[in-house]
């Protein structure tokens, strides 16, 4: 049976919920690997808004087992807070359709301060974070005095875990010159919270390998985009998790031969949140026409997306580090109407021309794009749900892009709504 793992493949918002949400349908199980309630992402189904940010988007349809995997960091406040949303939308969801791993790190309200703190020191050389805590604890996972959810079961572990995370952080807030951790407090929280997400833990690892040997199909749902991955990403405006495929493997738990298939979403042209290089952006009306068309409004903070052209070098690389196999084109439909369409080919850096995007952070903000220019389509392509129904142009746009890229379109996304997508190749059965 093959497995599925979904990874957005610019900086995020490509619309990963509503693919994964769409997929989820062929799938048994639907895993977060990695990130945690900094993503935001939504879903339209028959009209209806849903959205999410660290519940898998497979939730929404019935039967389906959703997976928070070890790889996530997970606030449990927020966790609680967003089942009873979604709950309050009608969905049901309890301890038959989700898991979370045992040994997921915990975000605290201590990690949310610090994320703040830091980026208000860091004036205008801030990452432009969603203020999650996200990066604060990853640290103290890496630096070993995360409290992680298994943690909770037991008070006494409980009083050690606190003791590494206050010999840590109180200096550091003292540093700060703000209060240090209110230690009662902490621990009254987290005793609360317990019996709300404790009936959720289990072995995910097991879990996942007895589906595995019982043939049923999982789908790996990535968060954020590659070019946000800690490593290979636009370093420092970055998140501080591995947004790449090869995490799906152990950020659950499963061996690197479990993932069969890996599907990049793709945008047919390119935002970013947040602070951080972007060659193709575009500061102008075209810039600002995609914005109003593609609602380019952040899902979890509110903020504005920049927008630009699309940019083959970089999702051609993405599609190399992440070894994608077919991608899925969202957003074609943002594009009607308008009379020409730029895409960035290369990057021209001290007179040469360069195939891909240079490592160093200072030449990141030097590149100009190389563009070629194609022509729009006066038809429509919003709402499409088969390929017969794109006007020519639109056809050889994406025909362009597969060629630039190096890589196949495998499913189209022509609108929000989960059922205005086009299938080519069944990741499934590929
Ligand atoms: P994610 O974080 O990758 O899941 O993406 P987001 O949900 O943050 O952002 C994608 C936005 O585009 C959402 O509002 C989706 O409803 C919307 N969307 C997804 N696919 C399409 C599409 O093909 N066309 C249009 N117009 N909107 C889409
Ligand atoms: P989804 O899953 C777009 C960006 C933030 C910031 C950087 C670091 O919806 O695609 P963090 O809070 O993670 O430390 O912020 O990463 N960022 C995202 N941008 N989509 C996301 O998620 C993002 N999650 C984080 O804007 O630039
Ligand atoms: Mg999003």
């Known amino acids: 049976m093959a497995n599925v793992v979904v990874v957005g493949a610019q900086w995020g918002d490509e619309g990963k919920g509503k693919i994964v949400d769409w997929l ?46 070890n790889g996530v960091v997970l606030d449990p406040w927020a966790l609680v807070s967003e089942i009873e949303k979604i709950e309050g939308q009608g969905v049901t969801i309890n301890t038959d359709n989700l898991v979370i791993a045992e040994n997921t790190p915990l975000i605290l309200p201590v990690h949310q301060d610090l994320d703040k703190i830091r980026e208000e020191a860091a004036g205008k050389a ?57 230690r009662d407090e902490l621990r009254t929280r987290l005793l609360d919270i317990a019996p709300k997400v404790l009936p959720y833990a289990a072995p995910v690892w097991k879990l996942l390998s007895e589906k595995r040997k019982s043939g049923k199909r999982i789908l790996f749902e990535g968060a954020q985009g590659a070019l946000l991955d800690i490593d290979f990403g636009t370093y420092p405006y970055v998140t501080s998790s591995n947004t790449m495929a090869g995490m799906a493997a152990t950020g659950t738990g499963m061996g690197p031969g479990s993932i069969d298939f ?29 914005a109003v068309v ?16 699309f940019d083959a070098v970089l999702v051609r690389q993405t599609c190399t580090t992440s070894g994608v196999k077919g991608i899925a084109l969202t957003k074609l439909d943002v594009l009607d109407g308008m009379k020409e369409l730029k895409i ?27 563009y070629e220019t194609m022509e729009g389509w006066e038809g429509s392509t919003a709402g499409a749900r088969s390929w017969a129904d794109l006007p020519g142009a639109a056809v050889k746009y994406v025909r362009r892009i597969e060629e630039l890229i190096e890589c196949p379109v495998a499913l189209l996304s022509t609108s929000p709504e989960r059922e205005d997508t086009i299938l080519v190749t069944d990741p499934f059965s590929d």
């Open 294 to 309: 593609g609602r380019e409004k952040g899902t979890v903070t509110g903020r504005d997306r920049r927008c630009g052209w």
């Open 262 to 290: 890996v599907l990049g979403i793709v945008k047919a042209y390119t935002t970013r949140v947040g602070e951080g290089p972007f060659p193709t952006e575009l500061d102008d009306e075209v810039g600002k026409h995609l």
């Open 24 to 69: 989820s349908e062929r799938a048994d199980v639907i895993a977060r690997f990695q990130g945690g309630h900094n993503a935001g992402h939504t879903l339209v189904i028959d009209g209806k808004v849903y959205k999410l940010s660290l519940l898998p988007s497979g939730i929404l349809r019935k039967g389906k087992l959703s997976v928070i995997g």
């Open 126 to 182: 801030k990452i432009g974070t969603t203020g999650r805590g996200i990066g604060p604890a990853y640290e103290d996972k890496v630096g070993r005095r995360a409290i992680r959810l298994a943690d909770l079961a037991d008070a006494e572990t409980l009083e050690r875990r606190l003791d590494r995370l206050l010999a840590h952080h109180d200096p550091l807030r003292r540093g700060l010159g703000v209060a240090t951790i209110d």
């Open 344 to 370: 960035c080919t290369g990057y021209a850096l001290d007179g040469k021309v360069l195939d891909y995007l240079p490592t160093a952070a200072e030449e990141q903000a030097r590149v100009t794009p190389v």
